[in-house]
């Protein structure tokens, strides 16, 4: 068995002009004081890294690993997330989204496709560059205003939609093959790739190909009564990055899974900090160990009621005391021998009668 790595931290909730989270060097210095290993960098943020240049320069990448490393962290993913979204979005959401892609390329919304699909094509070779293994995204949504049937769909709606994913999908997938790197997709309400049987649709479409995986997040299956547990047995081949991330669902009488339109503090699912939710990590930590995952433990903050560096504060020590040293030999190890086929034949009752006898 493998073992995780962790603690480390998503930088895209702490990120802001203000120091200590103004800068990569300042925010590296703050999340090691924390006990933070590891730190995932969103590859949209100037204040962390320009990923035109890293896609460029392998001395910029050496030289931004080699800034981590000095306060003890390593990269561990260059998070794609508003990249990703942008690849696919419905018109519906053009306005919405527009604030994820540069200033120039608002209200240019083939533009902004363009450019979002050239940075995840970025963003893998900067990935090799770096010596990572896993980019995490959002694959976005082109049929989520369908999620629920009413008025109930065309037939053959869905699978256009897949189809139409898979195409915009395709060629990025390839360029991360070509350079030895997993597309992390995040499961996640509001994407096209919400569920187990939503990835399973968008793997078929592009044809099981081998980069296109899984991140790992249990927060939002919580909210949207999921069974993670069993996610993890089903997709565990495919799961190639984990946020650690903690919520509660609690319905009653006003709301459940889908909100009222209520803030997040009013809302039936509400995202916590770690510890402070329903998630149950010690299995999902025994789950990873038992089927090999050795990717990070990244910590992805976002919580309704508790300030961020309190999160984030907690979070190291949580995820430290979760990480399984896993154990490299079986328990009852001492009551076992060495192999004898006579004493095998016994056990079993197939031993030849005694001649002697």
């Known amino acids: 068995m493998k073992e995780l790595r962790g603690p480390a931290i998503f930088l895209a909730q702490f990120m802001s002009d203000e120091e200590p989270f103004n800068t990569l060097d300042n925010i590296c210095a703050w999340v090691s004081s924390l ?8 590859s949209n943020d100037i204040r962390c890294m320009d990923l035109d240049l890293a896609a460029e320069s392998q001395d910029y990448c050496d030289e931004l690993a080699g800034r981590c490393a000095e306060h ?29 892609a540069p200033p120039e390329l608002r209200g240019k919304p083939a ?27 959002f694959p976005g949504a082109l049929m ?20 139409e994913l898979a195409k915009r999908w395709r060629p990025i997938l390839d360029v991360f093959d070509e350079n030895g790197i997993d597309v992390a997709f995040e499961i996640h309400p509001g994407e096209d790739l919400h569920d187990g049987a939503s990835f399973e649709a968008f793997l078929a479409a592009v044809d099981g190909h081998p980069r296109a995986n899984i991140l790992f997040d249990p927060s939002h299956f919580v909210l949207q009564q999921l069974d993670y547990l069993a996610f993890i047995d089903r ?11 903690d919520a509660e669902f609690r319905p009653d009488g006003r709301t459940g899974v ?34 090999g995952f050795d990717g990070w433990a990244v910590l992805e903050w976002e919580c309704c009621l508790k300030h961020p560096e309190q999160g984030a504060a907690e979070g190291a ?18 009551a076992g021998g060495d192999v004898d086929h006579a004493t095998i034949e016994r056990a079993l009752g197939i031993a030849p009668p005694n001649k002697e006898a």
Request: aromatic content about 14%.
């Open 111 to 137: 533009e902004r496709q363009t450019w979002a699909v050239d940075q995840m094509k970025k963003s893998a070779v900067a990935s090799r560059r770096l010596g990572l293994k896993a980019c995490p995204s």
């Open 72 to 100: 003890g962290l390593a990269i561990t993913e260059l998070a794609t997330h508003l990249q990703g979204q942008l690849v696919a979005v419905h018109p519906a959401y053009d306005d919405l989204f527009d604030g994820f």
């Open 258 to 291: 889908y909100g009222g339109y209520q803030d997040w503090q009013n809302r039936a699912g509400r995202f916590r900090s770690l510890g402070d939710g329903q998630v149950d990590f010690r299995q999902i930590f025994s789950k990873l160990t038992q089927y």
């Open 317 to 334: 020590p949580f995820i430290a005391d979760h990480i399984i040293r896993p154990t490299e030999y079986a328990f009852d190890d001492f």
């Open 35 to 42: 006990g933070y290993k590891g730190v995932q960098i969103p």
């Open 235 to 245: 997709y565990h081949p495919r799961i190639k990055a984990f946020h650690v991330k």
């Open 144 to 163: 989520w205003h369908l999620v629920y049937p009413w008025p109930q769909r065309p037939a053959g709606l869905v699978d256009a939609g897949f189809g």
